[in-house]
């Protein structure tokens, strides 16, 4: 149940009870709609017998006043206010408008809306499956794979206990070229033993059906036993001056003691309990492929979710209450029998006086039906599904084999063409194994390979001889202790040139030689030392070429600091079109020119006229154009013309609504002795005003800050225009009271 402070209230039908409909700046409430009529469908499960993995959208009905415009495809938000607590209504959830059709005489508007899970289960999601699982070599935890597919609508997920196979792997198992998004939740969903719903705060919310939920009592039928003993049951009690009308099967369902997985035709991939009244899972894609054991562990974890629901199949007519919720387990106490179920669907409808439909349906015993149409599909898509990774296997299989084929005959046709130049050895050494590959013809001094291994060491080499080259070769070395690599070539022209690579478990270094030229790197875990005749570094942030010159986004050089806005040390701050310093002195004859911004801490004396180019040249015969901020930067003011504007419309982003200036506060106050000047005539007077702290919480549009990023001051500016609608709007009640106040004081003139 909806956890509420005033729950209790809609047992009463005479507390008033008010609908609050939202969406941009429009509200509806009770007295726009038809009759006060409005319809709240939720369900978990309307099938004839318990479907694990369900995910039914909620929909939400009303007949609204023709006087709003269309608002097909806008999300809506509905609550209800009980007893004129408006400050905490309780949610009923928040929805997408799908169909909005004016009636016949075109004074009413027919609203259909649902909530998030419909855009879900209606959606192809091949491209967003082949995104998340591109081939068969990607997986991922099932908990990951729900976060990313609700990720994909933008809804979040309500966290609540884990799920008991959220830690199961999933893979792709499946080539879709379709792919609904309702198989795709279901799927997970079902492996949990849950349903998905969208709780009424909008998110997605996997329901788990509370177990044991029936109590223990005396009766005539049971006989006393040392281990039986009296049990509180876990529903809420709906009473008889709650519930108007029940009716109830004469059996209760049976608990499932046993599951069986499917994961192709005919083919059970894992079992888990007894066969008395067996759950099975079938067509669920997420399985097909995996083996017994694994499918073992997930039937296991499955049944420990789903075991022990024994309820009573019912269909109620009560009172309405929107704190009761789908999946919520309850009671009433009938006049023959004690009804213990769950809420599965549900029906709210009204406004002031509610009324509530709660139902849960089922089979005494859960029932495969072997010869149903759907069940015959679900098995020849499972096969078919195993065929073609089967397939895709094969031909992975096939292609291996030939290029290992091909490779095998290529090697042996290379052997058989040079067998007669082509030297092979391979022989035992005192101290280990030798084996070398060579060939030396007229064109090629030397070309071989060999490598030597002893209990200490192993050492590969490669070498090449050439009359242009004189030698050509690369070596590995590797012991216990270190690897080293060698790459090195020698010609006439050239000289020596060779590359050096050395392991160790504290250190690794690097060197390249070019005759007398060196260049070397060595790191180990405190310092990383480099040598060269030229250090290029290229990097995001931070680069040296190969002249030594310097370029940085930030860093420090003495009492010097360098950032990517400029250059700061003691007196002195520099950016792009900024100069802040203590001191500027101009030589007798010199001039200092200032092409940016000039900040002045102190007085500014000055013998001529002192023009700011960069200030709007004209004023005009109200306020002046000049305006100081509150970081004290000297500048034009805003301008109100439409052509330095963009997005014009009416206000209707809630974060400058008029309406919440009605929560500022207003002080009375005195300013600090060491924050107003000596000669202003309101020093130590109590002044009246606003605290900026209480505005940037209400109002933080209206709120300036200096230079530090600190609260300053706030704009007169941004208050004009919402005090004016706010003007507006108390004008516009005024004018009705007074029409209102004329058309009474008629009537008693006429009496």
């Not at 060196?518 to 190969?546: G, P, W």
Request: charged residues 25%; hydrophobic residues 30%.
């Amino acid at each position: 149940m909806v956890d509420y402070e005033y729950g209790a209230l809609f047992n009463d039908d005479s507390v008033k009870k008010e609908i609050v409909i939202k969406y941009g700046n429009t509200t509806i409430t009770n007295e726009d709609l038809f009759n006060q009529e409005l319809e709240l469908d939720e369900s978990l499960c309307s099938e004839e017998q318990l479907k694990f993995g369900s995910c039914e959208a909620s929909v939400i009905k009303f007949r609204v006043a023709n006087i709003v415009s269309p608002v097909k495809g806008n999300w809506i938000s509905v609550a209800m206010a009980v007893d004129g607590h408006t400050e905490n209504p309780i949610p009923f959830g928040r929805y997408k408008v799908e169909s909005d059709k004016p009636t016949s005489d075109r004074k009413w508007r027919e609203i259909v809306a649902y909530d998030a899970l419909y855009d879900m289960i209606n959606d192809d999601v091949y491209a967003w499956y082949n995104s998340v699982l591109p081939d068969k070599n990607t997986s991922m935890q099932l908990s990951q794979f729900r976060k990313l597919f609700l990720q994909k609508y933008g809804v979040q997920e309500e966290i609540g206990e884990p799920l008991v196979n959220d830690g199961m792997t999933v893979t792709r198992t499946i080539d879709p070229d379709e792919l609904s998004g309702a198989k795709v939740i279901t799927a997970i969903c079902e492996l949990n033993g849950c349903f998905g719903h969208i709780d009424r705060n909008g998110k997605f919310k996997s329901v788990q059906l509370i177990q044991g939920i029936k109590g223990l009592y005396p009766r005539n039928d049971l006989y006393p036993a040392d281990d039986l003993y009296p049990r509180d049951p876990k529903s809420t009690p709906i009473g008889k001056g709650i519930y108007i009308s029940c009716e109830y099967e004469d059996f209760t369902v049976n608990s499932i003691t046993g599951i069986d997985i499917y994961k192709e035709e005919n083919a059970l991939g894992g079992s888990s309990g007894s066969t008395e009244n067996k759950y099975v899972v079938e067509d669920n894609f997420l399985v097909y492929g995996k083996q017994e054991q694994e499918l073992r562990i997930i039937a296991n974890n499955l049944l420990s979710a789903i075991r022990g629901l024994d309820y009573r199949p019912f269909d109620a007519e009560c009172k309405g209450n929107p704190c009761f919720e789908v999946g919520d387990p309850v009671r009433l106490s009938t006049k023959y029998e004690i009804v213990e179920s769950y809420i599965l669907s549900r029906t709210l409808k009204g406004t002031q006086a509610l009324k509530d439909s709660y139902s849960a349906a089922g089979a005494e015993k859960y029932e495969i039906k072997v010869n149903s149409t759907s069940r015959e599909i679900s098995q020849v898509s499972g096969r078919t599904e195993q065929l073609e990774r089967e397939y895709d296997e094969q031909q992975e299989d096939i292609e291996n084999i030939n290029t290992d084929i091909d490779d095998i005959n290529q090697d042996i046709g290379e052997i058989n063409s040079n067998v007669g130049n082509l030297k092979i050895e391979l022989k035992k050494t005192n101290d280990g194994l030798h084996a070398e590959v060579s060939r030396a013809t007229s064109a090629e001094a030397y070309i071989g390979s060999r490598v030597d291994m002893t209990e200490s060491s192993i050492e590969a080499e490669v070498r090449r001889a050439q009359d242009s080259e004189n030698y050509l070769s690369s070596r590995i070395n590797m012991t216990a202790e270190s690897i080293t690599a060698e790459v090195a070539r020698a010609t006439q022209e050239e000289g020596r040139l060779s590359s050096q690579l050395s392991i160790t478990a504290n250190q690794i270094s690097t060197k390249v030689t070019a005759g007398e030229v060196t260049s070397l790197i060595e790191q180990n875990a405190r310092s990383i030392r480099m040598k060269a005749d030229a250090i290029v570094i290229n990097s995001t942030y931070f680069s040296v070429d190969q002249y030594g010159v310097i370029n940085a986004q930030s860093g420090t050089i003495g009492p010097f600091s360098l950032t990517n806005n400029g250059f700061s040390g003691p007196g002195i701050y520099v950016t792009g079109s900024q100069l802040w310093v203590n001191n500027i002195t101009a030589r007798t004859g010199n001039t200092v020119n200032l092409q940016g911004s000039l900040e002045i801490n102190d007085n500014l004396t000055a013998n001529a006229n002192v023009k700011f180019l960069g200030v709007y040249y004209n004023t005009t015969s109200g306020d002046a154009n000049v305006h100081i901020g509150s970081a004290g930067n000297l500048s034009t003011k805003s301008g109100s013309s439409k052509r330095w504007k963009h997005d014009i419309k009416p206000i209707s982003d809630s974060s400058i609504d008029p309406h919440k200036l009605y929560k500022t506060r207003t002080y009375e106050f005195i300013y600090n002795d060491d924050y107003i000047s000596l000669s202003d005539h309101r020093k130590g007077k109590k002044i009246p005003g606003f605290v900026i702290e209480d505005l940037e919480k209400d109002y933080p549009i209206a709120v300036d800050y200096d230079e530090n990023g600190n609260l300053s001051t706030w704009s007169p500016s941004m208050f004009v225009a919402p005090f004016l609608e706010l003007h507006k709007e108390h004008h516009g009640d005024i004018e009705e009271i007074k029409y209102t106040l004329n058309k009474i004081l008629n009537k008693i003139g006429g009496v």
